[in-house]
């Protein structure tokens, strides 16, 4: 039995179920409320989706939900979105909708509403909730709203981040640093520019997160904290400017925080934190949600070779961390900028903290983990899932293993292969986040399409 118990704060959003969002839920804690396969043997089937899978979430009819970037479309377009609906039990598709394409975080964030529509802004800048059939086998819009006037300040920005609130409103925000907060059902979008605080221009580049007390989001260059009045009229509460190094390092791909922000503590949303971009060695910061008062802050992974673009475990007062330095991605956003160094091996490193009286306290770390997903934890079974790329080389190619941590050691449980060489179309799981449904079994994205992994 796990010690790390679902803070029962995530569970109360109105509008989603738990696991209904890409980091887990609103507060992108990056964990799901029940047990995974376990220590295995495992079954593992990789399902050809003909594109990458880089969100997968379950909801509340069981019906799991991608959002997939197909190589090519119906229409032979390069790299089109889908929303597909896979069968729990077979991992096969029952339909699908294809939608407009767009930046390359644009298509990626999205959350599954209390209807168990799919919710998230398409290449043309338009929120969209999207429906099925009881059957899964009909995939339709069934509701539209357009957020061009909102991104108008700026030629060609877009919508890269999105996340519901306690109130059932949509935050949406654009990669020119601009919040915006949606009444669906009034079509009313009230916004705000973040780079107007007084810093330099600012990017967003990540997710952006809530809590019950409002929404953060982490820019190129600061974190922020915001609520929104009755109205729906954002506003900042406090934010705190973060190191940003002198460049993009190899393995992430923008210059700044690789993370988006996490709500986490022994309430629920005690603490919000990041992983900012020192040149030397990362640090992780933690504040305090209400105030902005700093909880903490300690160095992680191994100095020069320190830098993360993963999303961290938050639950109580405990924090997980993943190194990405070095990964080797097939492509970057335009506009990331060269990296410092221009290449890197991919670093090791799994690391957790805790907060405690004495600020940020260090529990264990593993510098023989090469982790290629987000971790997810399943706070029911206590264990850490993640996928290792551990092997590279022509001559024996790259293997993707399965890994299972125990979170209140950090010693391996158990670790599988799994079929499939890492190639451009195939089995990368490419930093990418998983899922894990009602039945145990645990949905993980790659470049080619989704490995299903259920115990034997």
Not at 300 to 326: K, L
Not at 392 to 407: E, H, K
Request: proline share 5%; net charge negative; glycine share 12%.
């Amino acid at each position: 039995m796990s010690n790390f118990e679902y803070n029962a704060e995530v569970n109360e959003y109105l509008g989603a179920p738990g696991m209904a969002c890409m980091h887990g839920e609103a507060q992108s804690s990056d964990c799901s409320p029940v047990p995974g396969p376990g220590a295995g043997p495992w079954d593992v089937k990789h399902i050809d989706m003909g594109g990458a899978c880089p969100t997968i979430m379950i909801g509340s009819d069981g019906f799991v939900q991608a959002l997939v970037t197909q190589r090519f479309g119906s229409k032979l377009t390069f790299l089109q979105p889908k929303v597909a609906i896979l069968d729990p039990e077979t991992g096969r598709t029952l339909g699908s909708l294809e939608v407009p394409k767009g930046a390359l975080l644009g298509g990626v964030y999205a959350f599954i509403d209390n209807e168990d529509r799919m919710v998230f802004v398409d290449g043309s800048n338009t929120l969209l909730r999207v429906a099925h059939s009881a059957d899964g086998s009909r995939v339709y819009v069934d509701a539209r709203v357009s957020l061009t006037k909102f991104l108008s300040q700026y030629e060609g920005d877009q919508v890269v981040g999105v996340v519901p609130d306690w109130q059932g409103r949509v935050w949406v925000a654009s990669a020119h640093g601009a919040l915006a907060v949606v009444d669906v059902d009034k079509r009313e979008i009230r916004s705000i520019f973040l780079n107007e605080s007084g810093s330099e221009y600012e990017t967003v580049d990540n997710s952006i997160s809530a809590c019950p007390s409002g929404v953060s989001v982490v820019t190129s260059h600061a974190i922020y904290m915001l609520s929104a009045d009755d109205e729906g009229t954002p506003s900042i509460d406090w934010f705190a400017l973060y190191d940003r190094g002198t460049a993009r390092k190899p393995g992430q791909l923008s210059w700044g925080s690789g993370a988006s922000p996490t709500f986490f503590g022994p309430n629920g949303s005690d603490y919000v934190m990041l992983t900012d971009n020192a040149d030397e060695q990362e640090n992780l910061i933690v504040y305090e949600t209400t105030t902005g008062r700093l909880v903490g802050s300690h160095g992680v992974f191994t100095p020069g070779a320190s830098g993360t673009e993963c999303s961290a475990i938050g639950v109580q007062n405990s924090i997980v961390v993943g190194s990405t330095f070095g990964y080797p991605y097939p492509r970057y956003p335009e506009g990331a900028g060269p990296s410092k160094p221009a290449n890197a091996l991919f670093a090791p490193g799994l690391e957790r903290y805790d907060v405690t009286t004495a600020g940020l306290t260090p529990v264990w770390k593993r510098d023989d983990v090469y982790s290629a997903v987000v971790p997810r934890l399943s706070t029911a079974d206590g264990y850490i899932y993640v996928c290792e790329r551990k092997r590279f080389g022509l001559v024996n190619g790259s293997v993707i293993s399965g890994t299972i941590i125990d979170m209140e050691t950090g010693e391996t449980v158990y670790s599988q292969d799994f079929p499939g060489l890492v190639t451009v179309f195939g089995v990368d799981t490419l930093q990418m986040v998983g899922t894990i449904d009602d039945n145990g079994t645990w949905w993980q994205g790659t470049v080619g399409g989704i490995f299903k992994i259920t115990k034997k």
